[in-house]
């Protein structure tokens, strides 16, 4: 209609590296995965798929498609839906490799529909993997994972990236994008907004956070002109500031007994909110 969704995307996934692609909700993750899936098509310029359109069988037997809801028949059990998602494909993993990869061994007789939405999610993960996809898309993996299952699915993540496997990354988890990424693309608005290592988009934030035990006020402190926040949490003291070196110096200064000082650079998350923030 009248809304456009991308505008001007140039994005690339590369051969043994985790691309996670960021935005907010609109931005148009969900539209630039349709479009190397093949499941809708540009306006202008162009998708390919290993160099091919995405449409044609070659290309997608070299992809593995982990998407937000999967629509698996329910009454089937799982190793049924395994060993029928594998006959896709023409060189797949056995099914033993794939239940040990995703953890599944102990579900293969199970229905579907009866599962968890944590071990449905690992199912679906299972299923991805078993043609040994060149290209893995994975569309929020974790969400409904407890810890020690999102854990494993990280490990998981990092096997296949470390063997050249590329894998596309959705995820609201900014730690979970921080932890495994080897490239960040962040969409606001339909555009690539910044794009980069984990490092370097956290570089184009100055800010710092200030970890430290002082004997000062928070009041004493917020009032000098570099501090942007400070907040207590028990005996500690953590202060925001864009000039972390002023701080520390006259914390030093004006604390003969302070102690535990930490400085600390942006996370992915305070990154991802100020670059989103400039773009809007």
Known sequence: GTITALDGVDLDVRSGELLALLGPNGAGKSTAIGLLLGLSDPDAGEVRLFGQSPHTLQARRGVGVMLQSAGLPDTL????LLLQTRSYYPDPLTAAECAAT??????LGRRYGKLSGGQQRRVQFALAICGRPRLLFLDE???GLDV???QALWASMRSLVATGCA???????LEE???LADRVAVLGRGRIIADGSVREIRARVAQRRIRCVSTLAPETISAWPEVRSICRDGDRLEIVTNSAESVVRQLLWEDKRLSELEVERAGLAEAFIEITQEAA
Do not use: N
């Open 167 to 173: 894998v596309l990354l959705t995820t609201h988890y």
């Open 141 to 143: 993996p974790t969400v």
């Open 148 to 150: 020690e299952a999102r």
């Open 77 to 80: 059990k799982v190793g049924e």
């Open 102 to 107: 995703a953890g599944i061994g102990d579900l």
């Open 177 to 179: 994008a921080e932890s």
